[in-house]
């Protein structure tokens, strides 16, 4: 195949023409007709220019790299505006590219040291830890967020988090239902409530006691 032209494009690209036209439906190909979208950056690095030739190889290896480099790009800028864990920004990155690409990405963005999944686990853990969240509701938030099972169980089992489920529980009945645990209707729904949080049974009962009693927790802090 030759390339009979180059013609710039949106969003940093350029629309390759080539004599005979490429196979249509290659992985990872972006068309416009029958030419190709490959990214300018990538089009400069491998000389693809007017008269250059090009095997069905060539093509489908410049398609590949065009594709793992905008992946790459958009991870950054991704990362430039929010933390990811590893399979986060795989996830995110996988709405637009294939498998491949996503995968390229999320490991340049590893090397460079962009992400790391126990410093990501870390900092969410103390930020609902900050929310007075129980253990099982920060388990389940970077289970969402994709860490494994592994660094989420290493992680709540260390003091790194501070407080105890009792010790949340308590602040979390102080700062939004200490008016309604004098009446039985609404101390019932106090503790469905904290259940719903995770919370275990045991630990509700004796923040409410505790609470009850007149006993805060500037008492034991």
Known sequence: MTVVDVAPRRKHRVAVTLSPPPEAGILGAEYEGEKIL????????????KGAVLSDADVKQL?????????KERAVWLLSGQDYSEKGLYNKLLKVYTKEAAAFAVAQMQKKGFINDEKFAAALALKCKAKNMSKRQIAEKLFQNGISKEISDSLLNTEETNNTDFECALKLIKSKYINKLSNPNDRQKTFTALMRRGFSSEDIKKAMEYCQKGCFEEEIF
Do not use: H, N, T
């Not at 490959?38 to 220019?49: E, L």
């Not at 398609?63 to 905008?70: G, T």
């Open 63 to 71: 398609i590949f790299v065009s594709e793992c480099y905008r992946a």
């Open 38 to 49: 490959i990214d300018k950056v990538i089009a400069a690095r491998c000389d693809i220019a």
